[in-house]
């Protein structure tokens, strides 16, 4: 199975700063040391002919040459560098490589990646391009090229279970038919403005496993009533997690991967291509994410490994 990573691109943060950058190369080094079907790949950086399919050209040329104001920089919460810019690409690049591999596989994905705050002419909440977005577009963009301009879109679906909604995602997607967001999140939590997505399920603080779970199969047969998806895209946030320090939420690890293994499950089931991406994971103890990050990658591998022995 396929997973692209980005996270030798190290953005240079201030000191106490309170993103947790390492977690992705902690969560790279376990995958190698304990999921050897798991196939480390580098990610190419996305062109600015992908980014400006959800992207508008001059907020790409502002993070490209570093013009982007401090007040856009707050917004965002990082400070803009080269490596700043570079690796948003690559994380675009990512999901973006990770797409075409599922459509392929049956399942590949990013171990960073479900930047769903960035909107089409900014970023915001760590967010700088929006990845998923991107990508869903440039993959239906090669669906028509291949099927003509008669055929209809490629189908697809975000399933967006960060503890945050993804407002950045909703918003671009918003008059879209050929895509349907939803988002299960926290209904105090960032962002404190929500955007409408096609499904939001807005969650109480303190929400258990039992009423997560609950949450989730309902919006998953709501999901089914109202699309047909070719492509299903998975944000598998660790920030539900009862340990998480932004997330609210008291979901526990066997939690976690019974949302896991519902979401890979349901695409499954349908033989849905699905492509997944770690959004966020704030654990007060770093290895609390981690944990529930490997369980994601550990459960995908197995479906990953049932699409194999069911193709000819």
Known sequence: ??????????????????????????????IAQQLPGVALQVALPASDQDLVLA???EYIDEIARGTLPPAAQREIGFPWSEAMAER??????ATLAASRQALCDGVAGNLAGGTHHAYAHKGSGFCVFNDVAVAARRVQAEHAAVRGSGAPPLQVAVIDLDVHQGNGTAHIFQGDDSV???SLHGARNFPFRKEAGDLDVEL?????????????DEALVALEQRC????????????????DRLGRLAVTHDGLEARDRRVFDW??????????????GYGNDLEDTIQAQLTTWRVALQYHQRWQNVRP
Do not use: N
């Open 1 to 30: 199975m396929f997973a692209y990573y980005a996270d030798h691109f190290v953005l240079p943060l201030p000191e106490g700063h309170r993103f947790p950058m390492v977690k992705y190369r902690m969560l790279r080094d376990r």
């Open 55 to 57: 992207h508008t050209p």
């Open 88 to 93: 948003a690409r690559r994380s675009v690049g």
């Open 180 to 182: 349907f967001t939803l």
């Open 204 to 216: 109480p603080d303190g929400c258990g496993d039992y009423e997560y779970l609950q949450a989730l």
């Open 228 to 243: 047909a998806p070719g492509l299903v895209f998975y944000l598998a946030g660790a920030d539900p997690h009862e340990g």
């Open 267 to 280: 695409a499954w089931q349908r033989r849905i291509p699905l492509v997944f991406a770690m959004a966020g």
